[in-house]
């Protein structure tokens, strides 16, 4: 704590005022009710001047109530007004020394009177101890009443002959109580510096806490934060690895299966080549047998052309695969009459299916106007045929049926049977490639499993959809659509 020794003054000027405001607002009303106290016992101790001091009571009176009374009661006055506390010590040391000059005065003018002595006594111990002065005033205005005191005895020895020993007690005495009431008012000051001081310094520190801890808090918050988007975007690149993953598991399980299929397939395919090969090249060598009857001719030929058409066939459906995959597959759009085009394949394949006991049936629903169409004729007819060309490989026995109606802007068709059925694990393989190949529940039925994948295509390029709803020994309906486009030229 550094304060200059002797005023107690704290040598940061900061500090100080500080100090001073506070000393100044907690001693204000204690200030007030000690002035007042004083200034009624300097005015009621009038009346022993009154009866000690007859002859001097003019002179008295007028000190007393005339000057010291009015100046206290200004001084309290004052004390009201704002830019009070910049003058305060000073006008209380005022009061003090014009009081304790009034006492003395009146101690040299009737020195045998032993109440003035006893007065400086109140006059000191108020300076000091009541009315809040602060040390270093205390202390100056305590000294100069003192040497006020002995000058006067001085000035005033031969006009009332004041004597040496007399005066040198009255000195002891004062100097004394002068003496332990500064030293008493150094300890109390500087203990309550103290206090303060070390109150300025813990709020010093908490301040630096609080700065600290707020630092703190913001690097919590801050460390907070980017933990909180770290763990977002590590949340972010979990999602992305897994979906990743997820991608590979998925291609590797494609790329197994399309190996696994493309094997199947091979196998099949020397199967589907060698077959009717075979076929042709056994009858063609039994055709050269002579003697062979007329009805065994027809019968080896019908065999040749049927495993002829069987290759061109799968010749064909390879032919267009393979265009699908290049992508070299055209859509050449024309205005047709999606009735005909029921009705051709109707007529088409009703030999076929009435050779197999089946009955097939169809069902327009648009009228005529209605029927007109554009779309790529080809491409619908080749589904139709595909579709029904299965539909009757697949079926034994009850009826076939194709037909259409309008749902949206689409056209939705279907060709349904009362067939074998599909096992519900297989229907969504059965529009992959080579997929008859791999069907493990080879039922016999002859096929490279091409068909509906060329039916998907077909479908897909023309804008539409393919599904099939199928229950095993019961029948399957086969769906797909085609966007419906009315033709503007009407027959
Ligand atoms: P495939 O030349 O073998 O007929 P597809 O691609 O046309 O080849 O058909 C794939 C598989 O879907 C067939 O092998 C068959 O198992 C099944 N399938 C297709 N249509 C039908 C149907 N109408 N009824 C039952 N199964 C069918």
């Known amino acids: 704590m550094n304060l200059n020794k002797i005023t107690l003054s704290f040598t940061n000027k900061n500090i100080e005022e500080k100090f001073r405001k506070e000393y100044f607002d907690k001693s204000l009303i204690m200030f007030r009710v000690s002035l007042i106290i004083v200034t009624i016992f300097y005015a009621a101790f009038g009346y022993f001047d009154y009866v000690s001091s007859p002859n001097f009571y003019q002179d008295f009176f007028i000190i007393r109530y005339l000057i010291v009374l009015p100046l206290f009661l200004g001084v309290f006055l004052f004390s009201f007004k704002k830019y009070y506390i910049k003058v305060w010590q000073q006008l209380l040391s005022i009061c003090y020394v014009v009081g304790g000059l009034g006492i003395i005065y009146m101690l040299l003018r009737n020195p045998n009177n032993i109440q003035y002595y006893g007065g400086m006594f109140l006059i000191f111990s108020s300076g000091y101890f009541l009315v809040k002065l602060r040390f270093i005033w205390a202390s100056t205005s305590g000294i100069f009443l003192i040497a006020s005191y002995n000058i006067g005895a001085f000035l005033f020895q031969d006009l009332y002959d004041l004597q040496y020993d007399y005066l040198f007690i009255i000195n002891a005495f004062y100097i004394a109580a002068n003496i332990i009431s500064m030293i008493a008012l150094y300890n109390m000051e500087f203990l309550e510096r103290k206090d303060f001081h070390q109150r300025i310094l813990l709020s010093e520190k908490q301040d630096e806490i609080g700065i600290i801890n707020q630092s703190l808090e913001n690097q919590v918050k801050e460390r907070t934060q980017q933990l909180n988007k770290r763990n977002t975007e590590l949340v972010t690149e979990i999602g992305y690895r897994n979906e990743i993953e997820r991608k590979l598991v998925f291609a590797k399980e494609k790329a197994e299966e399309s190996d696994r299929l493309k094997s199947a397939f091979l196998a099949n395919m020397s199967h589907e080549i060698r077959t009717p090969m075979n076929g042709i090249l056994g009858f063609a060598d039994l055709l050269e047998q002579p003697m062979l009857s007329e009805e065994d001719q027809r019968k080896y030929i019908g065999i040749i052309q049927n495993s002829g058409a069987r290759m061109l066939?799968?010749?064909?459906?390879?032919?267009?695969?393979?265009?699908?995959?290049?992508?070299?597959?055209?859509?050449?759009?024309?205005?047709?009459?999606?009735?005909?085009?029921?009705?051709?394949?109707?007529?088409?394949?009703?030999?076929?299916?009435?050779?197999?006991?089946?009955?097939?049936?169809?069902?327009?629903?648009?009228?005529?106007?209605?029927?007109?169409?554009?779309?790529?004729?080809?491409?619908?007819?080749?589904?139709?045929?595909?579709?029904?060309?299965?539909?009757?490989?697949?079926?034994?026995?009850?009826?076939?049926?194709?037909?259409?109606?309008?749902?949206?802007?689409?056209?939705?068709?279907?060709?349904?049977?009362?067939?074998?059925?599909?096992?519900?694990?297989?229907?969504?393989?059965?529009?992959?490639?080579?997929?008859?190949?791999?069907?493990?529940?080879?039922?016999?039925?002859?096929?490279?499993?091409?068909?509906?994948?060329?039916?998907?295509?077909?479908?897909?390029?023309?804008?539409?959809?393919?599904?099939?709803?199928?229950?095993?020994?019961?029948?399957?309906?086969?769906?797909?659509?085609i966007p419906y486009h009315q033709s503007t030229i009407h027959c």
């Open 313 to 481: 066939n799968l010749i064909n459906d390879l032919i267009d695969i393979s265009k699908v995959e290049a992508g070299q597959m055209e859509v050449v759009n024309t205005d047709i009459n999606i009735n005909r085009q029921i009705e051709y394949v109707y007529a088409f394949f009703k030999p076929e299916v009435e050779k197999k006991k089946i009955q097939l049936l169809y069902n327009n629903q648009f009228t005529e106007e209605e029927a007109i169409i554009k779309t790529d004729k080809e491409k619908i007819n080749a589904i139709l045929t595909n579709l029904v060309k299965n539909a009757i490989k697949y079926s034994d026995k009850g009826t076939i049926e194709l037909g259409y109606k309008k749902k949206n802007n689409n056209l939705e068709f279907y060709v349904k049977d009362t067939g074998i059925g599909i096992i519900g694990a297989q229907l969504d393989a059965i529009f992959d490639r080579f997929v008859q190949a791999d069907i493990s529940d080879t039922r016999a039925y002859q096929g490279a499993g091409l068909g509906l994948t060329i039916t998907k295509a077909y479908v897909e390029i023309l804008g539409g959809k393919i599904w099939v709803k199928s229950v095993v020994d019961k029948g399957s309906t086969f769906y797909f659509t």
